[in-house]
């Protein structure tokens, strides 16, 4: 790529102890800025003279946050860490035709207020865990049929994944969901890809879910985002969002 390289780093490691984010709210103080800064650089240089690249490998609420906040931004590409080849890269694999199977919805009644969504790309989702956060809540799953940490090298099946998403979220809109709680095994680039295409003038309520497999629950936090009137995200503890009570 030609021209000058203007880079915006959103470094988290301040705000993590091992592997564990030990404090988010510090984590999500640094990308509240971001599309101010991202329409300060495009303002400056000129209306098609900015191309955006993305990359990252950070915690899937702040990376879910972070794909809002860039949005549809024109000129833009997405890179992510090919563990294997140990390189950055775009997703220029081949498209081998999964896409998500989608379960519990059929059975969803009318007029619930909030539901648990988990999304698989790369590891199972970890329902005793979400159970353990939320309690009974109803939960609908999107799963490829082969989860694989290298599932998601094809633009056009993030682009086939991203459509399911959004359509899912159109669908409980129509059956009075009012708020989601989202949880994605999936890498990087997807779970940014994900995050590009939530409205927030027209979509429920999202809260995104960090999975810390020692915590109790394993859900530990999430963070809110800012839909709704909602001017900025937030972080909320489990347990601080009144869960409704468990039915028979």
Known sequence: MKGRIDILPVDHRQSTSTSQI???????????????????KRDAAGPGNVRLVYGGMAAVPLTFLTGMMVGNEAGLTVMDWDRFAEEWREPDGADDGDRFVIS??????????????????????????????????????????TLSTTAHWSASKQSAMAKDFTDLLGVLMAKGVKRIHLFIAAPNSVVFTLGRHLDDRLHPEVLVYQYER?????????????????????????GAIPIPPATS
């Open 22 to 40: 030990s404090s988010p709210e510090d984590a999500l103080s640094q990308i509240a800025g971001l599309r101010q800064q991202l329409r300060q």
């Open 214 to 238: 020692s915590a109790s629950p394993p859900f530990p936090w999430a963070v809110q985002m800012p839909t709704h009137g909602r001017s900025a995200a937030q972080v909320v503890r489990s």
């Open 104 to 145: 519990g919805i059929d059975g969803l009644k009318e007029d619930i207020p909030e539901v648990a969504v988990a999304v698989a790309v790369s590891y199972p989702s970890d329902a005793d865990g979400i159970r353990a956060t939320l309690g009974d809540m109803p939960l609908i799953r999107l799963a490829l049929p």
